[in-house]
């Protein structure tokens, strides 16, 4: 074996050591903030579901175009090729009897912007944009601040007061 090749080798296993360690957690101290302190290579016990948020107060939005979370229980509702239950409520000839608030024109157009006389197909199945709420606590933490709080800053700045 020549004195280069002796040197590659010992190197490559420096490395294959030194790449075992980095992948190992370390055992004490580290701790997950969604795992908790249970060992990477165990299942967590994953927390029991709990029932929708159902308290009937609109959430704000956080930004423009953003679709608003369903505050109340949607369980069971069908939604398929015979009927939608939310259009039930929410459509706008509906909610005069209903009082839930109207699907917004834009649920009205199709792809281009042409007015429908009827909900436009892509906006049929409400829970791909709409969701109801878990009253979960957050995960981790979160420092995001919505459109409102925003704007609210920079109406204070200086160079806006003149
Ligand atoms: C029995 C009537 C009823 C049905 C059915 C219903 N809703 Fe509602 N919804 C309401 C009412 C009333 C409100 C106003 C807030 C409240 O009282 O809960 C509302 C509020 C909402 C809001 C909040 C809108 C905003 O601007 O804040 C969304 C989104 C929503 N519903 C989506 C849905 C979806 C999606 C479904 C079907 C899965 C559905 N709703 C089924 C009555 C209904
Ligand atoms: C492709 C996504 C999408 C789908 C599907 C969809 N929506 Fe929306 N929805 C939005 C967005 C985005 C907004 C807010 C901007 C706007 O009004 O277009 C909104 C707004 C609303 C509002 C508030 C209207 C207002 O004037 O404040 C209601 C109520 C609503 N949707 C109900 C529904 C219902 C019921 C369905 C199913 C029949 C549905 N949406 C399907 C995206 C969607």
């Known amino acids: ?13 420096a490395l294959s050591a030194w790449a075992q ?6 055992s004490k101290g580290f701790v997950d903030a969604m795992r908790g302190p ?17 308290d009937d107060q609109r959430v ?7 679709p608003p979370v369903i505050p109340h229980r949607v369980d069971g ?12 409520c929410h459509a706008r000839a509906k ?10 024109e834009t ?15 892509r906006r049929y199945f409400c829970m791909q944009c ?6 979960a606590r957050p995960l981790v933490g979160n420092t995001f601040e919505g459109f409102d709080a925003l704007m609210k800053k920079g109406a204070q700045t200086p160079a806006n007061k003149k």
């Not at 074996?1 to 296993?13: E, F, G, I, Q, Y």
């Not at 360690?21 to 370390?26: D, Y």
């Not at 704000?60 to 953003?66: A, D, T």
């Not at 649920?107 to 197909?121: E, Q, V, W």
């Open 1 to 13: 074996m020549t004195l280069r090749s002796l040197v590659t080798v010992l190197s490559l296993l």
């Open 21 to 26: 360690t980095a992948a190992t957690p370390p």
């Open 38 to 54: 249970v060992p990477i290579d165990q299942p967590t016990k994953p927390p029991v579901l709990a029932n929708n948020v159902n």
């Open 60 to 66: 704000p939005r956080n930004y423009e175009w953003q």
């Open 77 to 88: 509702y069908q939604i398929d090729k015979n009927f939608n239950k939310c259009l039930d």
């Open 95 to 104: 909610t005069d009897f209903s009082h839930a608030i109207p699907v917004s």
């Open 107 to 121: 649920h009205y157009m199709d792809r281009s912007g042409k007015k429908l006389d009827h909900l436009s197909t």
């Open 130 to 135: 709409h969701v109801p709420q878990e009253p």
